[in-house]
């Protein structure tokens, strides 16, 4: 079956220590996506790569790190300089290129999401 | 003001009622819109994409009105199973905008 996992389901961590969360995916997908979501509050764009050993930063990227050297691997480190890491962190991979949808042609846009990570700071 | 904004909700429905979501966006540059489904501690899932000015499937119909800059969602025959919440989504190139997500408890 195509799909993306994410490991561990839950991680505890001590204060000052960093952490990676794993993120694979077999439906090859060129682009890959890290978000973390808090109570209450939509989803917030961590890092994205669009291709393999490229990645960007995105609205809250200061405390972490991203490595994409596999199409199929984008892990994500929470190092100790993130201040508030306790959160929900979810990964997701998009197609890309151009086709037909629903008779409009333009570029896939949909991300597909894997099951999460519920990291939370002791 | 966020980019993507809905109202909370909870919205509190009985079985078999219609119910309708809206959500408003700021940046008009978006080229397409999705709503994702979200049950408690899982992931979102995608539920439908709006690239012209509407979407329809079985029970549910999405529409974009792109002069007003907001997007609609319309459940029929509201099914327990469908309580949930349900983000509104904006996409802006290679990134999703989301909304926080407006919460649909159907009771029997």
């Known amino acids: 079956d195509g799909g993306i996992t994410q490991s561990p389901k839950y991680l505890f961590r001590k204060e000052g220590q960093n952490v990676t969360l794993s993120c694979e995916q077999n439906l090859n997908h060129d682009a890959m996506y890290w978000y973390r979501q808090d109570p209450g509050q939509g989803l917030r764009l961590i890092y994205y790569s669009q291709i393999v050993n490229d990645f960007q930063k995105g609205d809250i990227a200061e405390g972490y790190s991203v490595s994409r050297e596999k199409k199929e691997s984008f892990p994500l480190t929470v190092t100790s300089a993130q201040k508030n890491p306790t959160a929900f962190y979810l990964c997701a991979s998009r197609r890309t290129g151009t086709g037909e949808r629903i008779g409009v042609r333009g570029i896939y846009n949909e991300q597909f999401f894997g099951p999460g990570t519920r990291l939370t700071v002791l | 003001r966020k980019e993507v904004e809905q109202d909370p909700g909870p919205f509190n429905v009985p079985e078999g009622a219609t119910v309708a979501f809206n959500c408003t966006y700021s940046n008009s540059a978006s080229q397409s819109f999705f709503w994702y489904r979200q049950d408690c501690r899982k992931e979102p899932k995608l539920l439908m994409s709006?690239?012209?000015s509407g979407n329809e499937d079985g029970r549910f119909t999405a529409q974009l009105n792109r002069a007003s800059q907001y997007i609609s969602l319309l459940i029929r025959d509201s099914k327990l199973s469908d309580s949930a919440t349900y983000l509104c989504v904006g996409s802006y190139g290679n990134k999703l905008v989301f909304g926080a997500g407006t919460i649909l408890r159907v009771k029997s």
């Open positions: 709006v690239y012209s």
